[in-house]
């Protein structure tokens, strides 16, 4: 698993920095005299990102430099690369919360730019580290807003990256078949120049076969990908393939070969120099000499990762490496030094539990119950395996939510998301036909009016405007079924992800013993599934009815959001809400966008106004939040999302387009709090209000 987290890590941006001899050559240009600031800043910015992978405190002093001087000189796009390295700096540190920070930093900048590529590759990062703090959930929700950012800008290159990540997802659930098709899916778009995303691809491949336990497979892939970072001079990919290669070749039992290819990856992490990998190389071979029982050899290599890792501040390696060294102080074929072993055995559990692992805790407990035991302290053994226990049922009960993580997805969302899109591509089909049929009839009218013209001018221009008005009618009920068909097809993207983050979350209070929560949260979800289906058969539904469903709905996403959420209605004296008629699922959109868009950035409650008011001969809505604003009102268009503002005009246009006039407008403006959006709807004359 640590080799998987690795290659995850080397997705946080384009990977261009490959040793000590270009952190050099920019620290030489450092010193010429007459250097301009912005290419200072530049330099600046790239030694951040180089160290990263070597020192990255170091690396965070360079970005602190590039942010106030292009702060300084008002060089809004540095500063943004500034941030973005030091998110990269501190996920090299192993500081989750601070890289995604950072991340969220750049996000919010980007958004406010409007620069899209910049908030998918954000949102790509901030699924990293949701990936590392084992929020596999955020983690695939952040991928999949980041991927449709990147295929409707047509960046096939991100779009392969963030398939990959999704895969690597999917790995880490233990999802190998989903894993797999994911990557092969990338695969099959790469190209002859995309060598780097090959080889990681091929690494990826070949960490899925070996947790599949097919050797021969892995050793494959691993070998492609060997071959090719060493034909284009990837040396730090190829020294980190290098090592995988060489632990699927000691499970093999090859133990020579593996012996050659850890020390070969050694020797280029020295050359680039790379802390992390080269103490990751020592505790490899200190592992394999000690299969070997070669004491002295195991010994050396794993003093000397010791001290690399404590250098780097990594708790994790130290403490696994510290484990093996009391295991060679245990071994038969060694002088026996147990009061050595269990020394060692405590310094791992501290460390172990300072890194918050599980597994390593759960390591450590269990080599200190046994060397306890050994050395016939009873008690303390007793105690220690009492504590393996207790870790050893957090790793399965993890283990097990993440096994219903995977079906959730791999069945509820993906089965639902098929039935739906098969539906609406077979009633979009039916459309495609009609229209082509209405159109050869189209043709026919105009063929038999050139016909008429052969008989007389006379005629003519009765004829012309009969063919003219007969397009137009076929024009408007051709709008009208694409206004009823675009409805369809926002049910078509909002039902499949919705229905799995609300089962999520009820199977979450399910999971926490909580039934009752469980059981008001799925009332309110059924019914609001249950309207949303009939609702999808008929054009208009009163206003109670829409805002019975919007109740029922902020519920649910309030649960989502982890934040409250109120909604009030104002209903002006003389309106009926019960007569009072509007397409269905009309605010829906314009609410989800305030909750998202407004009320999830605010440190505030949240609080969603709809006021309704009568007006001559129609109607005003006016929906209000309390959110942040315009400045952080931005449409990404996620898989799932509810099209917003966009949506909901088009969708009034296209009405109108039916009825022949205005019956339905839009408006919008920002507030100081908050944000509102006003419709008015025209009412007929009879329309009688009470």
Known sequence: MRTLVFFVGFFLSVFHAWGQ?????????????????????????????????????????????????????????????????????????GQDSLALESYLQVLHAHQKSGNRKGQASAMNNIALIKYNQGDYRGALESHEASTAIFQDLGLRKNILNSQMNTGVVFLALADYPKAMEYFLKALRQTEDQDVWERGNLYTNLGLVYKNLNQLTEAESYHRKATELYRQEGFKQMEASSLGNLGAVLQLRGKIAEAEKLFSEALILNKEIGNKRRVASDFTALGSLYSEKKNVALARKYLDSAAVFYSEIGEKLGLS????????????????????????????????AQESESLEAQRAAWKALSESQEEAHDYLNSLRSFQNFQVFQDSIFN???????????????????????????E???????????????????????????????????????????????????????????????????????????????????FLLKNQPEEADRYLTRFSRLIRRILEYSEVKE???????????????IESLRLGKKIDFEVILEEDVDDSLL???????????????????????????????????????????RDNGTGMKEFVQIPEKHHSMGMNLVKNRLENLNFKNGQSALSIFWKNLSPGFEVQLTIAQPNSMKFS
């Open 581 to 623: 008629m509007i397409p269905p699922l009309l605010l829906q959109p314009l609410v989800e966008n305030s909750i998202w868009h407004g009320i999830a950035p605010s440190k505030e409650e949240g609080l969603i106004t709809l006021k309704v008011l009568n007006q001559d001969e129609s109607c005003l809505l006016v929906l």
């Open 541 to 555: 539904i009163s206003l109670r009815e829409e805002i019975s469903l919007i109740r029922d709905y902020i519920t």
């Open 21 to 93: 001899s270009q952190i050099d050559s920019l620290r030489l240009e450092l010193t010429k005299p007459g250097l301009h600031d912005t290419v200072r800043v530049a330099i600046y910015n790239d030694l951040s990102f180089y160290y990263a992978g070597i020192d990255p405190m170091v690396g965070l002093r360079y970005s602190d430099s590039a942010y106030v001087l292009s702060s300084r000189l008002g060089l809004t796009d540095k500063a943004i690369t500034s941030i973005n390295n030091r998110g990269v700096n501190y996920w090299y540190q």
């Open 398 to 424: 993890d283990e097990n939510e993440k096994k219903q993580l995977s079906l959730q997805i791999g069945y509820e969302f993906e089965t639902q998301e098929k039935e739906l899109k098969e539906a609406f």
């Open 426 to 508: 077979s009633e979009k089909q039916l459309l495609e036909l009609e229209k082509e049929s209405e159109q050869l009839k189209a043709s026919l009218y105009l063929l038999g009016i050139g016909a008429v013209l052969l008989f007389g001018g006379g005629g003519f221009w009765a004829f012309r405007q009969q063919a003219r008005n007969k397009r137009q009618k076929l024009e408007s009920e051709l709008r009208a079924q694409m206004a009823e068909l675009e409805l369809k097809a926002l049910k078509a993207q909002m039902n499949p992800h919705f229905i799995f983050n609300a089962l999520s979350s009820i199977s979450n």
């Open 320 to 351: 696994t490496v510290l484990l093996q060294l009391a295991k060679l102080e245990k071994s038969d074929f060694f002088a026996k030094n147990l009061q050595k072993a269990l020394e060692l055995e405590q310094r791992a559990l501290s460390l």
